[in-house]
């Protein structure tokens, strides 16, 4: 079935740092999509990418699908304190019967030092 | 983006007893999906939730052990049948825009079996 690779597992930064993290699959995506979960509550939706090598932000937050469409990266700049949380990748893969079938990466901790 | 309640938010169960879920959104949506989230672990897609008819079931998971029901295009019931303490987890449900492949969570249902 299909994987997905996330980095880092988890990432202690100062505030006002920026952060990266990406996730790599073993097969194509057609849509990758970006989600903060915080303790107790469904994660939530930050950013969604349609297209190979489409580049979209959300605030401070950059994502990109890569041109392969098997990676995709989540930028963060200049964290703020309330960016602690879990991130997660997610990405359906190509097909019909795949068609909002989620497959989740194992996701990044981020701890933000204020 | 669609609004997503579950009931209930939490519940503490005996080993044995079944729970069932409820999941209700505020517009008609096509897709439907169950997910879990065991302890400290990535999300996990159980099932999509057809209306008026059987779910589709993801490896490892059986109906006899997850029934769900999805009566009308705006909710739908998961059941976690004869439970032990392995199914102590988060239930998720989630619900897929198909103009624009975007998926959205609802709060999930933290479920401790004792």
Known sequence: ?114 | SAVISQKPSRDICQRGTSLTIQCQVDSQVTMMFWYRQQPGQSLTLIATANQGSEATYESGFVIDKFPISRPNLTFSTLTVSNMSPEDSSIYLCSVTARTSGSTYFGPGTRLTVT
């Open chain 1, 1 to 114: 079935g299909q994987q997905l690779n996330q980095s880092p597992q988890s990432m202690f930064i100062q505030e006002g740092e920026d952060v990266s993290m990406n996730c790599t699959s073993s097969s194509i995506f057609n849509t990758w999509l970006w989600y903060k979960q915080d303790p107790g509550e469904g994660p939530v939706l930050l950013i969604a990418l349609y297209k190979a090598g489409e580049l979209t932000s959300n605030g401070r937050l950059t994502a990109q699908f890569g041109i392969t469409r098997k990676d995709s990266f989540l930028n963060i700049s200049a964290s703020i304190p309330s960016d602690v949380g879990i991130y997660f990748c997610a990405g359906h893969g190509a097909g019909g019967t795949s068609y909002g079938k989620l497959t989740f990466g194992q996701g990044t901790i981020l701890t933000v030092h204020p």
